[in-house]
């Protein structure tokens, strides 16, 4: 058997406490070996120390905080870690490249695409400028982006999650490395990117021979891409070997769990049909959103984004209806239309009432009867204020409470039924973890006693048993309260677990609507098959070692 490309024996990383604090030891004597040509995965939750190991192979962890107390890292029998600074920046983006996690935040906001890829091509060949232009449109071609002479002049902003996922492998694939490292390379994209991404790393790892360490926590993922899998919690190396022994063999308790986190259907098409359907709560008739397009001197309007064109959707107390489609398809415009958060034509009512008829002094009362989880809890809470305030807000606004110490105790109850500590209410967002801020966000809009709920990606990027107990949080709300859910999303596995009904959504329009169950089993158009073959069947295409498929 070859020499390892990439060999980790009993690393420990980590970080000096502040103050008294004692030191947090987040990797803890670990070890791993990725060989040539090989895809290994490290899986693991958020906390586990994926991130922390993959940066200490490059030394980039925020050092002096930082230190690694023992351990080796060789990378061609090389030992690599401490070793000088100019010995590191020859290995960076040169022999070694990383594909980090949120591409958003990892490029340059005041460099254009251009810019951020020439540099590593100056940095460790040495181009020119004409040079350099003519490798970064060959590297975005690669890549297969569109148009790569115009994407040269482009900014981050100007770019789809998907064009930028594109331009960090572009950049990590400028050198050709003999090991790129992809952190969460396809977190929070849509089925079909991600799978693009993955179609695209196979393909650019084949025609490099090139070894790759995937870090994820999607494993339908790590089933069909990776050759070995590591198993990561709490610092330790808890389980490793090939990938079908690890998903039909498991044998550490922490791995069974991991892959016992699968979110279970909420009907079949066998499932019994409801004896007596309650009327519709929340009723839309041909909703459209259409933003102008104003050009010229005077601004005319010359043309409509038509985000939402005449989409109906109705929604029954206890009934959940999933919208599903790809960035840009207006799931989320519509969610904001049907609670009137967004301006919009057609007919909206909801338990009786027009709601396009009403003013905005008319429909406050209504407000506590529809709220809202929005996608991103970190963004969505307010840095400023405590756990106690932001689900406190509410009640003041619809007079529930009548003193502070009567509303503290309604948002203690309010978290304890959401799963979250009441004594944690006067911490802010930033002391919570992923799934806990979620898990507060949710408390925000059901300590009102809604209705009807719209939950905009309430599971995105979060750990898979973090979004099974959240799954499971919004199931047991609704059995109990007969909640009703317009649940949107691009994770159709997610989805599946909670719809009763299914709306596909493209460029505005209902391309197929119908009972969940019968459209995961039989879709009836392209588009939906395509969603669907993303989500469920990713393809199994690996590069060996040898460089064969």
Known sequence: MNAPLLQIDDLH????????????????GASLSVGPGETVALVGESGSGKSVLALSILGLL???????????????????????????QALRGNRVS???QEPMTSLNPLHTVEQQIGETLRLHRGLDRV?????????????????????????????????????????????????????EPTTALDVTVQAHILDL???????????????????????????????????????????????????HPYTQRLLASEPTPRATVDSPLPSAAPPALMKAVDIKVWFPIRKGVLRR???????????????????????????????????????????????????????????????????RDMQIVFQDPFSSLSPRLSAFQIVEEGLRVHGIGASAAQRRTIVAAAMHEVGLDPETMDRYPHEFSGGQRQRLAITRAIVLEPRFLVLDEPTSALDRTVQLQILQLLRRLQDERGLAYLFISHDLRVVRALADELI?????????????????????TDYTRALMAAAFEVRAVKVHPQGGT
């Open 504 to 524: 596909v959504m493209q460029d505005g329009r209902v391309v197929e609507a119908g009972p969940a169950a019968q459209m995961f089993a039989a879709p009836a």
């Open 13 to 28: 990383a980590a970080f000096h406490g502040e103050g008294d604090e004692a030191d947090v030891l987040a990797v803890r």
């Open 62 to 88: 925020p050092y002096p905080k930082a230190y690694h107390a023992g351990g080796a890292i060789r990378l061609r029998e090389r030992d690599i870690l401490g070793a000088p600074a100019a010995v590191l």
């Open 301 to 367: 309007t010359v043309d409509s984004v038509r985000a939402v064109d005449g989409i109906s959707v109705s929604v029954r107390p206890g009934h959940c209806v999933g919208v599903v489609g790809e960035s840009g398809s207006g799931k989320t415009t519509l969610g904001l239309a049907l609670l009137r958060l967004q301006d919009s034509t057609g007919e909206l009512h909801f338990d009786g009432h027009n709601l396009q008829t009403l003013t905005g002094r008319e429909l406050r009362p209504l407000r």
């Open 131 to 183: 040079a350099t232009r003519q490798r970064v449109v060959e590297l975005l071609d690669q890549v297969h982006l569109p148009d790569p002479e115009r994407m040269l002049a482009a900014w981050p902003h100007q770019l789809s999650g998907g064009q930028r996922q594109r331009v960090m492998i572009a950049m990590a694939l400028a050198n050709e490395p003999d090991l790129l490292i992809a952190d």
């Open 98 to 100: 990383m594909i980090f």
């Open 201 to 251: 790393l196979r393909e650019q790892q084949q025609r490099l021979g090139m070894s790759m360490l995937l870090i994820t926590h999607d494993l339908t993922i790590v089933r069909h891409v990776a050759d070995r899998v590591f198993v990561m919690t709490e610092g330790l190396i808890v389980e490793h070997g090939p990938t079908e022994q690890i998903f039909t063999a498991a044998q």
